[in-house]
């Protein structure tokens, strides 16, 4: 019964590929973000999401490109993987768009680009 | 803009000690603040978070923190360090983007308990 889960928990590739990452919470939450956490465990938000609308796009290189064919699924595609690319992403949840509501995170999946 | 400040990226205490992690926030409006553990491999849990019902806010495992408007402090503390506490903590503040929430993370704090 996990809330917010991802596939892969690990995902190892080179250079050039294009890979993917997906997330589904089971929570009813209508809000969905993407954040990346990098070598220095500082995390910075991506990408939201509100009942499959994009809300939320930091500058983030257009090689990543997050789809989200319901709101209990966002999914993360990254083009053309570069060794920066390197770190873990966590998806989370929300309910609604108020400031006070907490967001529930995923287990991470580490990305190692070689 | 808002940002968090999290003093002492590393703080290591003794088992049954105090344990005081530090953060103060920069915030234009009333904030709403958030702790978060991380444990090895693992995801963010909440532990607790301020939503300006009370400044002496209560979350799990027995940790509490207290907000502070006139320090722009809103620091997290437990009374008696267990080994189990051992992890990554890291204080958000909500950021209204367009209408909708944006967490603001601090670069976190790694608690260190030794026996």
């Known amino acids: 019964d996990t809330a917010v889960s991802q596939t892969p928990k690990y995902l190892v590739t080179q250079m050039g590929n294009d890979k993917s990452i997906k997330c589904e919470q089971n929570?009813?939450?209508?809000?969905m973000y993407w954040y990346k956490q990098d070598s220095k465990k500082f995390l910075k938000i991506m990408f939201s999401?509100?009942?499959?609308?994009?809300?939320i796009n930091e500058t983030v290189p257009n090689r990543f490109s997050p789809k989200s064919p319901d709101k209990a699924h966002l999914n993360l595609h990254i083009n053309s993987l570069e060794l920066g690319d390197s770190a873990v992403y966590f998806c989370?949840?929300?309910?609604?768009?108020?400031?006070?509501?907490?967001?529930?995170f995923g287990p991470g999946t580490r990305l190692t680009v070689t | 803009a808002q940002s968090v400040t999290q003093l002492g990226s590393h703080v290591s205490v003794s088992e049954g000690a105090l344990v005081l992690l530090r953060c103060n926030y920069s915030s234009s409006v009333p904030p709403y603040l958030f702790w978060y553990v991380q444990y090895p491999n693992q995801g963010l849990q909440l532990l607790l978070k301020y939503t300006s019902a009370a400044t002496l806010v209560k979350g799990i495992n027995g940790f509490e923190a207290e907000f502070k408007k006139s320090e722009t402090s809103f620091h997290l503390t437990k009374p008696s360090a267990h080994m189990s506490d051992a992890a990554e903590y890291f204080c958000a503040v909500s950021f209204d983007s367009g209408g909708y929430n944006k967490l603001i993370f601090g670069a976190g704090t790694r608690l260190a308990v030794h026996p």
């Open positions: 929570l009813g939450h209508d809000t």
């Open positions: 999401y509100n009942n499959k609308e994009l809300i």
């Open positions: 989370a949840s929300s309910l609604g768009r108020g400031q006070n509501h907490e967001q529930y």
